[in-house]
């Protein structure tokens, strides 16, 4: 299972660290995505890393803003988030699903095996 955290109530410019932290599966198998989704809008794949070599892959929204990055040791995920808008506003969603590439998986939330409960983030103007 996975469980996020780290949510909260941030102004416009500031910065929130998300965290997913995976059990109940072979973390290294793999690749962990976060998605958000906003009222009234479709699930969005905003970054996913590879199990195998840490690639990672961020949508164009997110990109230069985001980090995603993992603590293979304590089958931890986390996601560093940047200069945020009120755009960003979401709730958001870690998953995994077993592939060592993050490539196949990226923004496809079809494919993905365990899905957490989802941590509200809420940006301000």
């Known amino acids: 299972q996975l469980q996020a955290s780290g949510g909260g109530l941030v102004q416009a410019g500031g910065s929130l660290r998300l965290s997913c932290a995976a059990s109940?599966?072979?973390?290294?198998?793999?690749?962990i995505g976060w998605f958000r989704q906003a009222p009234g809008k479709e699930r969005e794949g905003i970054s996913c890393i590879s199990s195998t070599d840490g690639s990672t892959y961020y949508a164009d929204s997110v990109k230069g803003r985001f980090t995603q990055f993992s603590d293979n040791v304590v089958n931890m995920v986390y996601l560093q988030m940047n200069s945020l808008k009120p755009e960003d506003t979401a709730v958001y969603y870690c998953?995994?699903?077993?592939?060592?590439?993050?490539?196949?998986?990226?923004?496809?939330?079809?494919?993905?095996?365990?899905w957490g409960q989802g941590t509200q983030v809420t940006v301000s103007s």
């Open positions: 109940g599966f072979t973390f290294d198998d793999y690749a």
């Open positions: 998953a995994a699903v077993r592939t060592a590439w993050a490539a196949i998986a990226f923004a496809r939330p079809a494919l993905y095996d365990y």
